[in-house]
């Protein structure tokens, strides 16, 4: 599971409520990303981060934040969640070495 | 805008068939193509990878097909079991800089026994 934890893994709140999702990696990966899963859609990139500190923007940003402030730790923020937030939540981290990108278990959020 | 294109969205197989699933991409920068399995309730795990240096790729009962000329790809899933029953995600990847992945739609597989 290339040592990624995400919390909470289950969650539902109310529209216009700020939430935040939490990636825990043990292994000192630089790259972390979080990703959407939608039906039909497959995995959409929101934001990625290259390092501490370091963060860029994905193909679906909008409504998105993110913060690195320490290496083993990538936080995805709602500022006010929308129903068109919920979804499930992916964070994924890039081996060091290597090309592959491994997921972790995922944060399905409910916005009601 | 869709970059990588994938089908069929569903698709049955008898146990002990030939599952294949299809990819096309359009940016001919992408130099590193994975397939993903996905199962209920979990992440999706990298099941195999192409480099489009080479035609094909095979580990198993998985092979991968890649036509760079068409930018197409494809799975061959031989001797479909039961518990190959997932979804599986094509995806496309530049190996420089961010490495960020673009996934196709998802092909949910159903093996009947």
């Known amino acids: 599971d290339a040592g990624i934890t995400q919390s909470p893994r289950h969650k539902v709140t109310e529209t216009g409520t700020p939430v935040t999702l939490r990636c825990h990696q043990t292994e000192n990966h630089r790259y972390m990303y979080w990703y959407r899963q939608d039906p039909g859609h497959g995995l959409r990139l929101i934001h990625y981060s290259y390092g501490v500190k370091d963060t860029d923007k994905g193909e679906v940003s909008d409504g998105y934040s993110v913060s690195r402030s320490k290496t083993e730790d990538f936080l995805l923020t709602l500022e006010s969640a929308t129903s068109s937030q919920t979804s499930v939540y992916f964070c994924a981290i890039r081996q060091n070495s290597g090309n592959t990108i491994y997921f972790g278990e995922g944060s399905w959020l409910t916005v009601v | 805008q869709q970059q990588v294109k994938q089908s069929p969205q569903s698709l049955i197989v008898q146990k002990g068939g030939i599952s294949i699933i299809n990819c096309a991409y359009e940016?001919?920068?992408?130099?590193?193509f994975p397939w993903y399995q996905q199962f209920p309730g979990k992440g999706p795990a990298l099941l195999i990878a192409?480099?489009?240096?080479?035609s094909e790729k095979k580990e198993g009962r998985f092979t991968i097909s890649f036509n760079k000329s068409a930018k197409q790809f494809s799975l061959h899933i031989m001797d479909s079991q039961p518990g190959d029953s997932a979804t599986y995600f094509c995806?496309?990847?530049?190996?420089?800089?961010?490495?960020?992945?673009?996934f196709g739609q998802g092909t949910r597989l159903t093996i009947n026994p």
């Open positions: 192409i480099r489009p240096d080479v």
């Open positions: 995806a496309s990847q530049l190996i420089q800089g961010a490495q960020k992945l673009v």
């Open positions: 940016n001919t920068a992408f130099d590193y």
